[in-house]
T-cell receptor, first 114, second 114 residues
Framework: ETGVTQTPRHLVMGMTNKKSLKCEQHLGHNAMYWYKQSAKKPLELMFV???????ENNSVPSRFSPECPNSSHLFLHLHTLQPEDSALYLCASSQDLGSTDTQYFGPGTRLTVL | GDSVTQMEGPVTLSEEAFLTINCTYTATGYPSLFWYVQYPGEGLQLLLK?????DKGSNKGFEATYRKETTSFHLEKGSVQVSDSAVYFCALTPVEGGSYIPTFGRGTSLIVHP
């Protein structure tokens, strides 16, 4: 138990659906992250938020839309996804965006796009 | 830009064997260095870290020493167990440039047989 929860744990959706992934951290951290983990590929950083402000957007397609309403919650809104978007989506948090800060990861949402 | 290079996996060992997973990095200055571990079906979790040159991080019998001269942070364990089977990620966080976004290696899968 890392203090970071993600729901749902598994999601199957069609290409025309709209869904949202939710992440919640109970650690009092100020920074939150979304990563994409695909088989045979490096971990891909998608978005970074610090104090609810987006500070990094790594050329992610617009069909992925993040939202950070407060420092404890992070969402990833999905629409018109492609089969190649099937992956494990990991949320993480850290105390701040400091160089020595440890990242705490949630268990991930396994997304399958049909 | 910053980068982290890990040895290709999978690494397959028998129980009680000695483990080394190599990690080298490219970065300016003295980044903080981390090893994260991902057990099947879970997110990543911190295994150990070192924040300055010659520091040794250690946890659960694993060790890694921050070697500035060789830009390396190799992970070692004297006697592995079946329960150590997981994917291991080396990572760095820069200390210069004002951006503390972490960079991860591709991960090394470890399989330990009884």
């Amino acid at each position: 138990e890392t203090g970071v929860t993600q729901t749902p744990r598994h999601l199957v959706m069609g290409m025309t659906n709209k869904k949202s992934l939710k992440c919640e951290q109970h650690l009092g951290h100020n920074a939150m992250y979304w990563y994409k983990q695909s088989a045979k590929k490096p971990l891909e950083l998608m978005f970074v938020y610090s104090l609810e402000e987006r500070v990094e957007n790594n050329s992610v397609p617009s069909r992925f839309s993040p939202e950070c309403p407060n420092s404890s919650h992070l969402f990833l809104h999905l629409h018109t996804l492609q089969p190649e978007d099937s992956a494990l989506y990991l949320c993480a948090s850290s105390q701040d965006l400091g160089s020595t800060d440890t990242q705490y990861f949630g268990p991930g949402t396994r997304l399958t796009v049909l | 830009g910053d980068s982290v290079t890990q040895m290709e996996g999978p690494v397959t060992l028998s129980e009680e064997a000695f483990l080394t997973i190599n990690c080298t990095y490219t970065a300016t200055g003295y980044p903080s260095l981390f090893w994260y571990v991902q057990y099947p079906g879970e997110g990543l979790q911190l295994l150990l870290k070192a924040t300055k040159a010659d520091d040794k991080g250690s946890n659960k019998g694993f060790e890694a020493t921050y070697r500035k001269e060789t830009t390396s942070f190799h992970l070692e364990k004297g006697s592995v167990q079946v329960s150590d089977s997981a994917v291991y990620f080396c990572a760095l966080t820069p200390v210069e440039g004002g951006s503390y976004i972490p960079t991860f290696g591709r991960g090394t899968s470890l399989i330990v047989h009884p």
